[in-house]
Nanobody, 126 residues
Framework: VQLQACGGGLVQAGGSLSLSCAASGRTDNYYGLGWFRQAAGKEREFVAAISWSGDDTYYADSAKGRFTISRDNAKNAVYLQMNSLKPEDTGVYLC????????????????????WGQGTQVTVSS
């Protein structure tokens, strides 16, 4: 599975951005999708994840109530709507895919994700 993320940019605090990620290659098996981010000098951290069915989601505490993850299997795409952005949301956002056994599995652990996109930069100014 190859992943290509886009939609990053520069936004003021309190603003919104919408990220998207397109998957290609062998996408016929069940796979969960997730978003991670990595700020300069920091470890990559989990942001949000969604099951293959799209019915099940999980968010990092920092993202709850502000970010929404969704997917469109017909387009092999995953999205991350980010509202009320804060300067601490700044970083490179990466989408990732993980094989799952059921349509409802949601993967949170970074080590479960075997496929990664190249990332898109999000910068939130204060």
């Amino acid at each position: 599975v190859q992943l290509q993320a886009c939609g990053g940019g520069l936004v003021q605090a309190g603003g919104s951005l919408s990220l998207s990620c397109a998957a290609s290659g062998r996408t016929d098996n069940y796979y969960g999708l997730g978003w991670f981010r990595q700020a300069a000098g920091k470890e990559r951290e989990f942001v949000a994840a969604i099951s293959w069915s799209g019915d099940d989601t999980y968010y990092a505490d920092s993202a709850k109530g502000r970010f929404t993850i969704s997917r469109d299997n017909a387009k092999n795409a995953v999205y991350l709507q980010m509202n009320s952005l804060k300067p601490e949301d700044t970083g490179v956002y990466l989408c990732a895919a993980a094989h799952t056994y059921t349509v409802h599995d949601v993967q949170v652990a970074r080590r479960k994700y075997g496929y990664w996109g190249q990332g898109t930069q999000v910068t939130v100014s204060s």
